[in-house]
């Protein structure tokens, strides 16, 4: 764990030993022999842990305590004898202490488990969110050859360390292969952060990514850390990437280059350690040519492109997917409920335009109308811009004016292929018996799509 630490200690001797000792267990050392210079620290830098002596020379320790432990983790070091100043500082928000004359093994053991709990506290606010994600995350459920080349693209890049942006059309589960690359990666054990780049205003948008010092603006009562930094070790994951604003673009673009950034109203050059993963449905290759996304930009979060396919392209998940989403659905447990094979057919074979989040609508709306029955049947599905169970347009094409025959050959093909081969429902969808579907496939030789 490589994290930057202040040492504010007068005695010079003491002062070199103990840096020496953190600087060689891997640590940024930053060192400070009265308050003064300590805050000259302080204002160019933002150490993750403050080692301080109770009795400076221009400064008593415990009066600065309590302005310190709201902002900083920090460690007391108090002269041997003054137990009690050590019992206060605990009071006062002291991590640890410290009693001179100190041992550099029980410095190295203090300093060391000081910065495991504050990265254990830093993750506290997202554990829970974390483990509820983990009991009830919805799955990337599927078995066809366009998932299965989709996972081999997240296990390919998941061990690397490479920027990964996500496209795709809207609602085919890019949060959900954005959540599968931190989970198969070595940071999966550190935090996973979400931001939406469309729901908030610039100004509150940067402040929530990079975070804000007090007094940076009306309402900015306190400091208040980013979410770059709560995902520090881990993975931020900037959905719609796309709509950020010019100005955030830059400051985005400097933190991939640098991995540094400033809080709104600050000045200080922070470090985080952290993988962007970004989502777009837009074509941000087009849009960097065009000059509304920035070029630079693009290219360092494309450094590794996944293409999530529409749910049309992979129509053999589509019968496990709905199958999913009634069975774990979250609002009614009263009757167990299965789809009807009618309605099966007409869910596989509607084109999806809203793909995944469209299906799981449809299917949780069947839910609710289908009351206490337990089979949701075709009555009880309403496709987008449409009230009913009906399915979209079929297009017939053809290079001249064509026969009577051949548009019913073509518009029975289509309905089959459409419909899986059930001959019941393109009976249903022609309105005549399925003997007479039976006996127009074999007059125009279209057993082989049954």
């Avoid at 983990?134 to 990337?140: D, F, L, T």
């Avoid at 995902?231 to 830059?250: C, K, R, V």
């Avoid at 447990?333 to 809203?354: H, L």
Wanted: proline share 3%; with cysteine.
């Amino acid at each position: 764990m490589n994290s930057k630490i202040l040492l504010i200690e007068d005695d010079k001797v003491l002062n070199r030993l103990m840096s020496e000792h953190l600087r060689s267990m891997g640590h940024r050392i930053y060192t400070a022999f009265d308050w003064q210079q300590a805050q000259g620290v302080l204002e160019a830098h933002e150490p993750k842990l403050i080692i301080m002596d109770v009795q400076l020379p221009d400064a008593r320790g415990m009066e600065i305590l309590p302005r310190l432990v709201r902002t900083y983790s920090v460690i007391v070091l108090t002269a041997y004898g003054s137990v009690k100043d050590a019992v206060s500082a605990m009071k006062a928000g002291s991590a640890e202490y410290l009693v001179k004359p100190i041992s550099l093994e029980e410095l190295e053991l203090v300093a060391q488990r000081t910065l495991e709990n504050l990265a254990l506290k830093e993750d506290h606010q997202y554990c829970k969110q974390r483990l509820e994600a983990k009991a009830g995350r919805r799955q990337m459920v599927g078995e066809s050859p366009a998932l299965n080349k989709l996972n081999e693209l997240i296990d390919a890049v998941a061990s690397s360390e490479v920027n990964v942006l996500i496209q795709g059309e809207s609602g085919v589960g890019k949060e959900l292969v954005a959540r599968a690359v931190h989970d198969r990666s070595a940071r999966a054990k550190r935090n996973y952060v979400a931001l939406d780049c469309c729901t908030l205003q610039e100004k509150l948008f940067e402040s929530e990514l990079f975070g804000h010092e007090r007094g940076s603006f009306t309402g900015a009562h306190r400091q208040k850390k980013g979410l770059i930094e709560a995902a520090e070790g881990g993975t931020l994951f900037l959905d719609e990437i796309g709509e950020i604003e010019p100005s955030i673009q830059a400051k985005l673009l400097r933190f991939l280059e640098t991995g540094q950034f400033r809080r709104v109203g600050g000045t200080r050059d922070l470090h985080a350690d952290v993988r962007v993963v970004a989502a777009t449905n837009r074509d941000l290759e087009s849009h960097s040519k065009e000059g509304r996304f920035r070029p630079d930009l693009f290219y360092r979060l494309a450094a590794f492109v996944i293409e999530v396919p529409p749910l049309r392209e992979r129509r053999e998940d589509i019968p496990l997917l709905a199958r999913f989403f009634v069975e774990h659905h979250g609002f009614s447990r009263r009757v167990s409920k299965v789809i009807s094979k009618a309605a099966m057919q007409q869910i596989v074979a509607y084109d999806w335009p809203g793909n995944i989040r469209e299906l799981r609508n449809v299917i949780e709306r069947a839910i609710i109308l289908s009351r206490g029955k337990t089979h949701i049947t075709p009555e009880h599905l309403a496709f987008k811009g449409s009230s009913s169970s009906q399915v979209p347009d079929l297009t017939l094409a053809f290079e001249r004016e064509p026969t009577l025959e051949e548009v019913e050959k073509s518009y029975l093909s289509a309905l089959l292929k459409r419909h899986q081969g059930h001959r019941s429902s393109v009976a249903r969808t022609l309105g005549i018996s399925e003997r007479n579907v039976y006996r127009l496939i074999r007059k125009y030789d279209l057993k082989k799509i049954v």
